[in-house]
């Protein structure tokens, strides 16, 4: 059997995919497509609202977390998430603008890595949209790199990062 690495995705879009009715769907449907190409999803949190980092006059953007498992290796695992993001008609212009799909890798089974790719997300832990959902998923997280719990790492938050959960649920 193969072993596979624990790892989670953050997902966010401020707009909708074609073909799709919301920023939530079309981010659902990319899940699916994780799985098929070998990025199984375990479980996903709920969705959040959360406006633009830096804030800006763009619709604010809807973001969850997603615990996966795989056997890829991380680098591999990033080049399907942009191959996915490509696939939903992300394209990648200037830092922070809107967009229809953002995949970012979060964590890889707890590896630091700095190669070009970094892991973990080297701002993840200046984020709520980031920070609250993956607390859903994993109370016990601890940050690879400084072992800072994710209890106090969402204590230590900006209060100037408006965020609100959603009531609509994956689905």
């Known amino acids: 059997m193969q072993s596979t690495t624990r790892l989670f995705i953050g997902l966010g879009a401020n707009l909708t995919p074609d073909g799709y009715a919301s920023p939530q769907a079309g981010c659902e449907a990319a899940l699916g497509v994780l799985s098929d190409l070998g990025i199984d999803i375990v479980k996903c949190s709920h969705w959040y609202e959360s406006a633009p980092v830096p804030m800006s006059d763009q619709p604010w953007y809807l973001n969850a977390v997603a615990e996966a498992v795989t056997a890829h290796d991380a680098a591999t695992t990033l080049s ?5 993001e490509a696939h939903f008609g992300r394209v990648r212009s200037v830092r922070d603008a809107a967009r229809v799909m953002d995949l970012d890798l979060l964590d890889f089974g707890g ?3 700095d190669d070009g790719l970094q892991l ?3 701002r993840m832990h200046e984020r709520a949209f980031v920070l609250l959902p993956l607390f859903e998923l994993c109370a ?3 940050h690879p790199q400084t ?6 790492l969402v204590d230590q938050l900006p209060k100037d990062q408006p965020i609100r959960r959603t009531q609509t649920s994956t689905g």
Do not use: N, R
């Open 111 to 113: 590896q630091i890595i």
């Open 147 to 152: 072992g800072i719990a994710i209890t106090e």
């Open 120 to 122: 973990p997300h080297p």
């Open 140 to 142: 016990d997280w601890q």
């Open 80 to 84: 399907f998430m942009h191959k996915v």
